[in-house]
């Protein structure tokens, strides 16, 4: 009888779903359209290349060298294995999804454990600089430096992530330099990329397109508008809801719905920090796909993604709860992002070195505890 009653809600939504694309057929051919566009000219563009460098790095042994390099600091800082440094850069620069898909390859090579696998999960996906700065900063705020904080932020609460998953879980049982997989020729590695690269955009499109009418079809029903007037109950904005609402099943629809409130920084930076930190629901069923392939833990994941959210929105709102709004992200004095970055090279410069003195210090007292035991 339980499992009956478990099998119900599925059925249920699915026939509600089939009912609304009965009702509504234009409305969902007019977003699969769109959600295609969106996939042919920024989605696969952006994606494609670095799912394909992600094989490439793997297969002709410079993931092995930067291993070897990361070992110890990550087992420090993150308490996973050297390995994990590739899909954390490479999620750091490629987007949503190429950080989870370069783990979940790299755990069906044998290239990490499971245990290095599930806590990399918690804070390797993110979003990449040419989003968050183009969409962002430039498309959203019209102004490039903005989209560096963002992205700054971004990073940081990742990290952050990281390390509290540290201190709080500890070091996985493996974290010495794992056995990654043999390197082979350049042409091999390369063939065997690019279609396997293909055929996960091929699926990302596919989970961008359905979620697309998902949240097409609510709208045009009446959903959104019975979230709004709830929110309204609350004390909240039905505007702002709905903008966040939609950010939060769909991180391109969400940043794009912010762009009326964009002069309104107070909710518009928060929200478009919580937004790209969270990712939307749409992006967590791409990453879904990899994930359950490999059945790593995938609750994990998306708790961490919530709460990548919402520290993203706690680090912007602390300095505009400060009333340094103007000081901190006007950025007077700065015609353009490449004087704005030289500006504060020094600032960045200082920090970096006193982040790398902090690691040698640690890697120090780890030592010298070993030479006493």
């Not at 089939?18 to 234009?26: D, M, N, Q, R, T």
């Not at 959203?140 to 509290?164: D, K, P």
């Not at 749409?282 to 709460?307: C, D, M």
Request: hydrophobic residues 50%; proline residues 4%.
């Amino acid at each position: 009888m339980k499992t009956k009653l478990q099998k119900l809600p599925p059925v249920i939504l699915c026939a509600i779903f089939a009912v609304f694309l009965i009702k509504s057929p234009e409305q969902a051919a007019l977003c699969v359209v769109q959600s295609l566009k969106l996939c042919a000219y920024k989605l696969i563009p952006s994606l494609f290349p670095f799912f394909v460098l992600s094989s490439l790095l793997r297969g002709t042994g410079i993931a092995r060298i930067l291993s070897r390099l990361m070992n110890k600091p990550f087992q420090l800082l993150f308490g996973v294995s050297g390995s994990g440094a590739l899909p954390l850069i490479l999620g750091f620069t490629g987007g949503y999804p190429v950080g989870v898909k370069t783990v979940c390859d790299m755990h069906a090579h044998g290239e990490i454990s499971k245990k290095d696998a599930s806590r990399l999960l918690l804070f390797c996906g993110n979003t990449g600089p040419a989003f968050i700065i183009g969409a962002a900063g430039a498309g959203l705020f019209a102004s490039s430096r903005l989209g560096l904080i963002l992205y700054a932020v971004h990073i940081a609460a990742a990290l952050v992530i990281g390390i509290v998953c540290r201190m709080a879980l500890g070091k996985t049982e493996y974290t010495a330099h794992t056995a990654l997989t043999p390197t082979q020729s350049f042409a091999k590695t390369f063939t065997e990329a690019v279609p396997d690269s293909a055929l996960s955009c091929i699926n990302i499109t596919a989970y961008v397109v359905l979620f697309s009418v998902f949240a097409g079809l609510l709208q045009s029903f009446g959903f959104t508008d019975i979230l709004c007037a709830a929110a309204l109950r609350f004390g909240l904005d039905p505007v702002h809801t709905r903008a966040v609402f939609t950010g939060f099943l769909e991180l391109g629809s969400g940043i794009e719905a912010l762009s009326p409130f964009a002069a309104n920084l107070s909710f518009s930076l928060p929200a478009c920090a919580f937004i790209l930190g969270w990712g939307g629901i749409s992006v967590h069923a791409q990453a879904l796909a990899f994930i359950t392939r490999e059945n790593l833990p995938a609750w994990g994941y998306v708790l961490s993604k919530l709460f990548h959210g919402i520290l993203s929105a706690v680090l912007v709102l602390i300095p505009l709860r400060c009333g340094g709004i103007e000081a901190v992200f006007a950025f007077s004095g700065h015609a353009t992002a490449k004087a704005f970055i030289f500006d504060y090279l020094g600032l960045f410069f200082s920090v970096a070195c006193a982040l790398a003195a902090l690691m040698l210090h640690i890697i120090r007292r780890v030592k010298q505890r070993k030479c006493q035991r």
